[in-house]
């Protein structure tokens, strides 16, 4: 990758993609990579072309949740060949570089930013309309190198979690973004509120609101909640996408009205 000359920053990576979304949180464990399988399933079999990008090194489980976990990195003509999960979906995951499943990664900044910079640049990605791009916790060196290093980033959707240990850390992530100039799409609310299946009444094991809440005081929009769902816990250890299966749900109408609210959102601001 060339380096420009007026900012000693990387050029943008040279990709045919339309819009390039984050999915960025500031706390671990609240269902970025869930939401960044389901969103990009979602939006192929919507007919779009879409690629997915998981950047989260230490913990790489979009592929589990796919079950291409067991998939091999293969180059043809020095260019990374994503595994094709549908016709018009791509994948390219870091855990396609681990030699076992369970073998941690111990990667300097550096080193997980020329990987970055590789897996966007020297990567066959097909045509796309959407690069969807699951990043680990927090505002680290992943999140700043695809920051700095993609092109056409349509801006970021932040995951969180109810309670407000999550909804505090995600306002670093949408300070975050602000600061990198990346417009902040709308925060999603995971895990919000339980439908008892025996006694069909809803339980908030983790509150509510909060991601809400938090949007509304960072001006930020509000993109909705999906809630606890026993069948999304079964996908992601399964690996087979939620969207995929079940239909009808009130997580599965939850998912496709946040991605009609994003949709609106990308083509306004273009
Ligand atoms: N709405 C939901 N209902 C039930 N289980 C969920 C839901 N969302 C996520 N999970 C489960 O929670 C766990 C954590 O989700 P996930 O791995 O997507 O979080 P993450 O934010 O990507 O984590 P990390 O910060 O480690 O990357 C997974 O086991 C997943 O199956
Ligand atoms: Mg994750």
Same mark, same amino acid.
Not at 141 to 149: F, G, W
């Given at each position: 990758?060339?380096?420009?000359?007026?900012?000693?920053?990387?050029?943008?990576?040279?990709?045919?993609?339309?819009?390039?979304?984050?999915?960025?949180?500031?706390?671990?464990?609240?269902?970025?990579?869930?939401?960044?399988?389901?969103?990009?399933?979602?939006?192929?079999?919507?007919?779009?072309?879409?690629?997915?990008?998981?950047?989260?090194?230490?913990?790489?489980?979009?592929?589990?949740?796919?079950?291409?976990?067991?998939?091999?990195?293969?180059?043809?003509?020095?260019?990374?060949?994503?595994?094709?999960?549908?016709?018009?979906?791509?994948?390219?995951?870091?855990?396609?570089?681990?030699?076992?499943?369970?073998?941690?990664?111990?990667?300097?900044?550096?080193?997980? &930013? *020329?990987?970055?910079?590789? =897996?966007?640049? !020297?990567?066959?990605? @097909?045509? +796309?309309?959407?690069?969807?791009?699951?990043?680990?916790?927090?505002?680290?060196?992943?999140?700043?190198?695809?920051?700095?290093?993609?092109?056409?980033?349509?801006?970021?959707?932040?995951?969180?979690?109810?309670?407000?240990?999550?909804?505090?850390? &995600? *306002?670093?992530?949408?300070? =975050?973004?602000? !600061?990198?100039?990346? @417009?902040? +799409?709308?925060?999603?609310?995971?895990?919000?509120?339980?439908?008892?299946?025996?006694?069909?009444?809803?339980?908030?094991?983790?509150?509510?609101?909060?991601?809400?809440?938090?949007?509304?005081?960072?001006?930020?929009?509000?993109?909705?909640?999906?809630?606890?769902?026993?069948?999304?816990?079964?996908?992601?250890?399964?690996?087979?996408?939620?969207?995929?299966?079940?239909?009808?749900?009130?997580?599965?109408?939850?998912?496709?009205?946040?991605?009609?609210?994003?949709?609106?959102?990308?083509?306004?601001?273009?």
């Amino acid at each position: 990758m060339e380096h420009s000359q007026k900012t000693n920053l990387p050029e943008r990576a040279n990709i045919n993609v339309r819009h390039v979304i984050l999915v960025l949180s500031g706390k671990g464990g609240v269902g970025k990579s869930t939401v960044s399988v389901n969103l990009a399933y979602a939006l192929a079999m919507k007919g779009k072309q879409v690629g997915l990008l998981d950047l989260d090194i230490h913990g790489p489980n979009v592929a589990k949740m796919l079950g291409i976990e067991k998939h091999q990195l293969l180059s043809e003509n020095n260019k990374i060949i994503p595994v094709r999960v549908l016709d018009n979906l791509q994948v390219v995951s870091m855990a396609f570089l681990l030699p076992h499943r369970n073998s941690p990664v111990v990667w300097r900044g550096p080193m997980k &930013s *020329s990987a970055i910079r590789q =897996f966007l640049e !020297d990567t066959a990605w @097909e045509p +796309l309309d959407y690069l969807i791009v699951d990043l680990p916790p927090g505002t680290g060196d992943e999140a700043l190198t695809v920051a700095q290093s993609a092109p056409n980033i349509s801006g970021a959707v932040i995951v969180t979690s109810p309670q407000s240990v999550s909804t505090l850390d &995600s *306002s670093k992530a949408i300070t =975050f973004s602000r !600061d990198l100039g990346i @417009e902040v +799409l709308g925060v999603i609310e995971n895990m919000s509120g339980y439908i008892c299946p025996s006694c069909k009444k809803e339980v908030d094991i983790f509150g509510k609101g909060g991601g809400e809440k938090i949007a509304e005081e960072m001006d930020v929009p509000y993109l909705g909640n999906i809630p606890v769902d026993v069948d999304i816990r079964r996908s992601c250890d399964e690996g087979w996408p939620y969207v995929a299966k079940i239909t009808g749900s009130p997580a599965w109408s939850s998912i496709h009205t946040i991605i009609e609210k994003l949709n609106a959102r990308i083509e306004k601001s273009k």
